[in-house]
């Protein structure tokens, strides 16, 4: 087990805790964190573009000119291609760009992402997120206590009072907050900085084992 130590939202250290080795202990498979950052980011497309082939651009079917005898090269149709208000060739269609992964690799590559924010000394554990209101003040303050000025993640567990600061967070540009069941790999990896609360810390050595 990894011990840690736990600050309060002052930036000072009230004790330590163990985390679970199965979860932020493991040698990372960084195929595995490629492979469920791509998925994420594919599922995010729409996938909604569309381009007409010829068979839908609106004219007539009508042979523009004769065959032979004017000079021009032959043709059969203004709505081909290579004419103005004609059809496109190769276009885009509707499709999904979602990409099946394995729950295993999944949850790998989020043990992963979770051992080599520790490994790099990039996770930080706080007792808890509860703020008495809602004020960006005083998520600043917080950030400032201790020294996070890039992006930085913030996870609490579902069962915690973190509403205030969720919200208070918001307008904060460098600042996210989500619960242990909302996390994914891509947020992990593109934060700066990790920051769970010891009992999103506890939770996720227990789920993600």
């Known amino acids: 087990m990894s011990k840690i130590d736990v600050f309060n939202q002052e930036a000072a250290v009230v004790k330590s805790i163990e985390l679970n080795d199965a979860v932020f202990g493991i040698t990372p ?7 469920t950052i ?13 381009t ?3 068979a839908f ?3 007539t079917g ?10 021009r090269a032959r043709q059969g149709s203004t ?8 059809a496109i060739a190769f276009g885009p269609h509707p ?9 295993k ?23 808890n997120l509860s703020f008495a209101e809602m004020k960006t003040k005083k998520a600043v303050a917080l950030l400032n206590a201790f020294g996070f000025d890039r992006k930085t993640l913030f996870v609490a567990d579902a069962s915690e009072d973190y509403d205030n600061a969720f919200i208070s967070m918001r307008n904060i540009p460098n600042a996210l907050v989500v619960s242990v069941a909302e996390l994914n790999v891509y947020d992990i990896v593109n934060a700066d900085r990790l920051v769970m609360t010891e009992a999103a810390a506890a939770r996720a050595g227990e789920v993600f084992a």
């Not at 709505?79 to 004609?86: E, L, N, P, V, Y």
């Not at 499709?95 to 729950?103: E, F, H, Q």
Request: charge should be positive.
């Open 29 to 35: 498979n960084q195929q595995a964190i490629y492979d």
């Open 38 to 50: 791509l998925a994420y980011q594919a599922g995010l497309r729409q996938g909604t573009h569309s």
């Open 52 to 54: 007409k082939t010829r």
């Open 57 to 59: 651009v609106s004219g």
């Open 62 to 71: 009508k042979k523009p000119f004769r065959q032979k005898g004017t000079g």
């Open 79 to 86: 709505r081909a291609t290579q004419w103005r208000g004609g």
């Open 95 to 103: 499709r999904k760009y979602g990409i099946k992964l394995n729950r």
């Open 105 to 127: 690799v999944r949850r790998l590559a989020l043990r992963s992402a979770l051992s080599e924010k520790l490994a790099n000394s990039e996770l930080t554990v706080i007792e």
